[in-house]
């Protein structure tokens, strides 16, 4: 059973660089697209994009000037830049596994919740 | 505004059976399998319910079942049980460039 924890700053002020980490535990790093999603206050569910231990990445158009998704498969950890925030960026914010074999997401993590503020 | 349109909420007495809807598109819903659904818990990690518009993972309760027609996507519930009170999402893949595009959520009160 694939489980994931997601962590770093809750507070991040406007202009700068949200900076998060997951970490994979019970799955291979290898096995499956490594994901982020987020939820703004009040609001639904965006994809942000995705990364294959290979390198390969997939990311939403709306967001892809600002994000940056890498892994570190010494570390079985994924992470999430997303640069110049503005408080549109206030979400929780999810690490969750695109399945190799469809588009659905197998495993999510709990969930961090990220406030940009000054 | 979520890509795919889901009831803000639905309730139903325990017991009975309940349906939550997702309207897209041919670009999504209608033009392909690909429809998921995932119960959220507060607090808790969001867990899949139903891929590929009516499969259910192995542990999932047969209570759960998916469809689909045209561009909407149904999820059922049968035998509502209290701790099925939760908000549940759709998503799907989308021919768009946006890989994956979610409702906007349907909170279910079991009365």
Known sequence: QVQLQESGPGLVKPSETLSLTCTVSGGSISTYYWSWIRQPPGKGLEWIGYIYYSGITSYNPSLKSRVTISVDTSKNQFSLKLSSVTAADTAVYYCATLSPRGYYFDYWGQGTLVTVSS | ?111
């Open chain 2, 1 to 111: 505004q979520s890509a795919l349109t889901q009831p803000a909420s639905v309730s139903g007495s325990p017991g009975q059976s309940i349906t939550i809807s997702c309207t897209g598109t041919g670009s999504d819903v209608g033009g392909f399998n690909y429809v998921s659904w995932y119960q959220h818990h507060p607090d808790k990690a969001p867990k899949l319910l139903i891929y590929d518009v009516s499969h259910r993972p192995s542990g999932v309760s047969n209570r759960f079942s998916g469809s689909k027609s045209g561009n909407t996507a149904s999820l059922t519930i049968s035998g509502l049980q209290a701790e099925d009170e939760a908000d549940y999402y759709c998503s799907s893949y989308s021919s768009s460039s946006t890989l994956e595009v979610f409702g906007g959520g349907t909170k279910l009160t079991v009365l």
